[in-house]
Nanobody, 123 residues
Framework: QVQLAESGGGLVQAGGSLRLSCAASGRAFSTYTMGWFRQTPGKEREFVAAITSGGSLFHANSVKGRFTISRENAKNTVYLQMNSLKPEDTAVYYC?????????????????WGQGTQVTVSS
């Protein structure tokens, strides 16, 4: 069982920045692919970004050039730096662990999820 705790969400004006953090429990963090997803009411959970154990980065087209995922294995933590935020980025953001294989952008490939943190971008 892996426990995840997101932090760093909040209210920000359009054009502003936020950095989300996700701390994971356990000793195998460095072996996991970590992902960030977001969800708004009535919609399916949407892929935002992922980082593999080897450090390969993947970002959704909608956030490419604005958001950056990174990880710090010594702290069991993954980050999502969000710049140039837009009102359409408003959502609950979740981090997740993928222990095995599967499509990086599919929520079904991930085994553990955090509780989520709200990000609200005002226009």
């Amino acid at each position: 069982q892996v426990q995840l705790a997101e932090s760093g969400g909040g209210l920000v004006q359009a054009g502003g920045s936020l950095r989300l953090s996700c701390a994971a429990s356990g000793r195998a963090f460095s072996t996991y692919t970590m992902g960030w997803f977001r969800q708004t009411p009535g919609k399916e959970r949407e892929f935002v970004a992922a980082i593999t154990s080897g450090g390969s980065l993947f970002h959704a087209n909608s956030v490419k050039g604005r958001f950056t995922i990174s990880r710090e294995n010594a702290k069991n933590t993954v980050y999502l730096q969000m710049n140039s935020l837009k009102p359409e980025d408003t959502a609950v953001y979740y981090c997740a662990v993928r222990r095995g294989t599967g499509i990086l952008s599919s929520p079904r490939s991930y085994d553990y999820w955090g509780q989520g943190t709200q990000v609200t971008v005002s226009s």
